[in-house]
């Protein structure tokens, strides 16, 4: 048995934006030692804990607002429309046909 590689697929244009937001992201994490007294030490991990449940609390509330939007009848229409374009583009004969399309797409992007 020959084994083959599984070709990549193309990355989507939501997949495409998402790492354009990636890399303009901060995504490092400096360690500093310093001296801190007793008292300083228990107020730092206090507001630590106090922002760890206030990210927490955050992401929770986005997570539920999410699922919620992609239950609604409008993200299930605005998702097929936006499909059904994507894939118009893919089959576009001629280049005006295919330039109204990209038009189209670009007020989608923009809502």
Request: aromatic share 4%; with cysteine.
């Amino acid at each position: 048995m020959i084994k083959t590689r599984q070709k990549r697929k193309p990355k989507t244009d939501d997949e495409k934006l998402l790492k354009k937001v990636r890399k303009s992201m901060p995504m490092h994490t400096v360690q500093v030692e310093i001296t801190v007294s007793d008292q300083q030490h228990w107020r730092l991990l206090r507001i630590g804990e106090h922002l760890r449940v206030i990210r927490n609390t955050v992401l929770g509330q986005l997570v539920n607002n999410y699922r919620q939007m992609i239950r609604t009848k409008a993200y299930k229409r605005l998702s097929e429309n936006y499909r059904s374009l994507c894939e118009r583009m893919g089959k576009a004969d001629n280049v005006k046909t295919l330039q109204e399309l990209t038009e189209r797409k670009k007020i989608f992007i923009e809502r």
